[in-house]
């Protein structure tokens, strides 16, 4: 009873924290990986755990978005060349930054990407592509890879740089943008990261099955809801989540930093 119980709990996580990510863009990280320290996982492990069942959100989502064909293929391949550079080199740049003031950085930085959000009612809420001469694709492939380096070193929040950046330089609405981030990193760059991971941490094995399922279904339905309800449900569930990843962020920096 305790085992069904234990994984009704998993995939009911996994269902709820990657609905609301796909939706948003990312930030599946900001419920899940909490819940799998606080039920007693190391924190190696429970990064690994997250890392491996966070590919997941990229399947179900990738299954929804493919039905609407309205992906630009030389774009989606600009995106995966430009940032699986980043998440590789990742785990090496982070380790010369003073983890405290890196992470309280980006709980700044990803509250202010909500905030901006906020203030900017029409951002994101029409498609007007711009910056696709060369300038702006080296300009825009540095700044994905520059995210792709923290999508390799952090746990959540990463996705939803690269939602924002796709609106705010390369100009799409927030439903387009988070059907790439939600293929493209969710699928791609996470299944490179959870690679790395397990390579060097043994997962939670025996979690992984509930939280896959879990992040599949939730993932999927978060997609759908997306697709139909539009870019106005998108943007608020993004500035919603970038501003939770943030605070979270902010505290965890805090209390790294205090306790040094």
């Known amino acids: 009873m305790d085992l ?56 179900g989502a990738t299954i929804r978005h493919l039905r609407e064909g309205k992906l630009d293929l030389r774009f989606c391949t600009f995106i995966l060349c430009c940032g699986l550079p980043g998440v590789v080199v990742g785990a090496d740049i982070i380790l010369k930054i003073p983890e405290g003031w890196t992470i309280f950085s980006l709980g700044v930085l990803t509250s202010g990407l909500g905030l901006y959000s906020f203030r900017k009612k029409s951002l994101g809420m029409e498609h007007q592509p711009r910056n696709r001469d060369r300038q702006g694709f080296i300009i825009g492939g540095l700044a994905l890879f520059i995210i792709g380096a923290l999508n ?10 690269v939602t924002l950046w796709l609106v705010r330089w390369f100009g799409l609405d927030y439903k387009t943008a988070v059907t790439y981030v939600l293929i493209l990193v969710g699928l791609f760059w996470n299944s490179t990261g959870a690679i790395t991971v397990a390579l060097q941490q043994v997962p939670r094995w025996d979690w992984l ?52």
């Not at 709820?16 to 190391?42: E, I, K, T, W, Y």
């Not at 943030?246 to 920096?253: A, H, M, P, R, Y």
């Open 152 to 161: 390799g070193s952090l746990t959540s929040g990463t996705g939803l740089f």
């Open 209 to 260: 099955p509930a939280l896959l399922v879990g992040a599949t279904i939730g993932s999927y339905l978060g997609a759908h809801l997306a697709i139909t309800q539009g870019n106005k449900l998108v943007k608020r569930a993004f500035e919603t989540l970038t501003v939770m990843v943030g605070i979270k962020l902010i505290g965890d920096g805090l209390s790294i930093l205090s306790s040094v």
């Open 4 to 59: 069904i119980l234990e994984q009704a709990g998993l995939f009911l996580l996994s269902l709820f924290a990657n609905g609301l990510s796909a939706m948003a863009g990312g930030g599946a990280g900001l419920l899940q990986l909490p819940v799998l320290l606080f039920l007693g996982l190391s924190f190696s492990t429970a990064l690994a755990t997250h890392k491996i069942a966070s590919v997941a959100l990229g399947v």
